[in-house]
């Protein structure tokens, strides 16, 4: 049966685990470096679910809950407790995963994405604390098929994001999850990683008809690992809803699997209702309360988050709004810039010193998947600002420029030295670019008689043949006065 998809509406709701970046566990002294370890090196009695041992609260980890609940806007809780949810699967030792129910640490925030449309709040109803599982890994095919567990994650602390149902789109969600892992980035709570697993997202999205709003069966989506994996994933899972509504099919409350390779969702469980964890208060922790000088303190500590950088980059530098966005998606990119920015000397400009950290250098962090901390190491910023002068002060040419770069991280020479090295300095000389000038006008006939006709585009093609004569070093400006003063005398 046909349909039309814009007679329906999207609705996504996120659920998100941060691990957080704390040196112990959540309710016990391991090290929480534990990636590269051995496999079950770093438990304990209480992260292994001993009988007989109990769970202490890392402070830190409380600290960096309440951090990220500031940051999005959240309500601090005054009173707060931890409860067991309980189920039985391999990778909960205990049987029941200490986590936060009716009482968590932050609820009622919200944070913002740009859409088409503009600006849109996204609520989040709730922040949480908890600890992480262990870690299955499948191994063999058919009858010799075998799991292992790892407990070295078990106990590392959690922080679950739940947002409204407020997403209207897979872009929106993608936008909101970009926009998340910024704000955790800044703060420093976590590495926010999907790649390594500290970032992990699970979406909830159902359809219904434009103009209603009754909320229809929902269908949860796992298994997802990256930014295109969640857009991806519910673009799938939207239009398989249409189709199975339009056809008057029943669609389930099922937990479904991402297949990242087949690019569909697959069937992996009916969906668990809260109570059947059936959640009770933990009784080996005592709930937390908060004062309010201690969430003043934590207040304070907040760094200044990204959306306030961007708008400050747009003032203070008078950059866009795009520009101001790339350049603080990180918080090391908008230090780097900003102690960029500081040694610049004339005649760049803060604009110019934007252009070479959004372009140039960001292709190679893209080529060498690198951070821009990787790059600093090689490239400080003294070495780029006097990259970016001798530019600007036209010692060189934008594109002798980036090879120049390519040159200075690979090497860690200066920008100065590799000029001088590889004579790469920009000819500004009329007579050294005379012969130049004279054979791209000589072997290109059919520009020169274009350029006579009117088509005075022409001149600029003439003017890129100098640029390959003189491999990129020639002043195009001058070339292209020359070039249309010779053309005229013809």
Not at 275 to 293: G, H, L, Q, V, W
């Amino acid at each position: 049966m046909s349909y039309n998809f814009d007679d329906y509406e999207t609705i996504i709701g996120l659920e998100v685990h941060a691990q957080l970046k704390t040196k112990s566990k959540m309710y016990c002294r391991c090290d929480a470096d534990y990636v590269n370890a051995a496999p079950n090196t770093h438990v304990c009695p209480v992260c292994l679910g001993m009988p007989g041992s109990l769970p202490t609260v890392n402070k830190q980890a409380v600290e960096y809950a309440m951090m990220t609940a500031l940051a999005l806007n959240c309500h601090v809780a005054e009173f707060t407790k931890f409860d067991r949810k309980n189920y039985n699967y391999p990778d909960l030792v205990k049987g029941y995963q200490i986590s936060q129910y009716d009482l968590p640490i932050g609820s009622h925030g919200w944070l913002t994405v740009d859409t088409e449309e503009g600006t849109r709040k996204i609520g989040i109803n709730r922040c949480h604390m908890e600890e992480d599982v262990g870690k299955l890994t499948h191994h063999g095919h058919g009858s010799s098929a075998y799991t292992v567990i790892d407990f070295n994650r078990a106990g590392m602390p959690l922080l679950e994001i739940v947002s409204e149902p407020d997403m209207r789109s897979p872009e929106e969600a993608r936008q909101y999850l970009v926009k998340l892992r910024s704000i955790l980035w800044y703060t420093g709570v976590s590495n926010a990683s999907m790649e390594e697993g500290s970032f992990r997202c699970d979406a909830n999205i159902s359809i219904r008809p434009k103009g209603t709003d009754k909320l229809l069966t929902k269908v949860e989506v796992k298994n997802i690992n990256s930014f295109r994996g969640v857009f991806r994933a519910l673009a799938y899972e939207e239009i398989r809803q249409r189709e199975m509504f339009a056809a008057g099919e029943r669609i389930i409350q099922e937990t479904r699997g991402w297949m990242d390779g087949e690019g569909k969702t697959v069937s992996q469980r009916s969906k668990e209702e809260a109570n059947d964890y059936r959640y009770f208060p933990e009784p080996d922790i005592p709930p937390i309360t908060p004062s309010r000088e201690w969430v003043e303190e934590v207040r304070a500590k907040l760094p200044e988050l990204p959306d306030a950088r961007r708008d400050r980059f747009m003032e203070q530098y008078a950059l866009s709004s795009y520009d101001s966005s790339l350049l603080t998606s990180t918080r090391e990119m908008a230090d780097y810039y900003e102690k960029l920015v500081s040694v610049l000397e004339a005649p760049a400009t803060s604009k110019d010193a934007a252009n070479w950290v959004i372009g140039s250098v960001s292709t190679i962090l893209n080529n060498e998947t690198i951070d821009i901390a990787a790059f600093a190491e090689k490239v400080d910023v003294k070495g780029l600002s006097g990259l970016i002068t001798l530019v600007a002060n036209k010692t060189i040419t934008a594109n002798t420029g980036k090879e120049v770069l390519d040159e200075m991280y690979k090497t860690g020479k200066s920008a100065k030295d590799i000029v001088a090295e590889k004579g790469l300095a920009q000819i500004s000389d009329e007579g050294a670019l005379d012969q130049a000038v004279a054979d791209a006008i000589a072997a290109n006939p059919q520009a020169v008689a274009d350029y006579k006709a009117g088509k005075t585009q022409s001149a600029r093609f003439l003017v890129g043949q100098v640029m390959k004569l003189t491999k990129g070093r020639a002043n195009a400006n001058l070339v292209m006065d020359m070039i249309t003063k010779k053309l005229g005398e013809l």
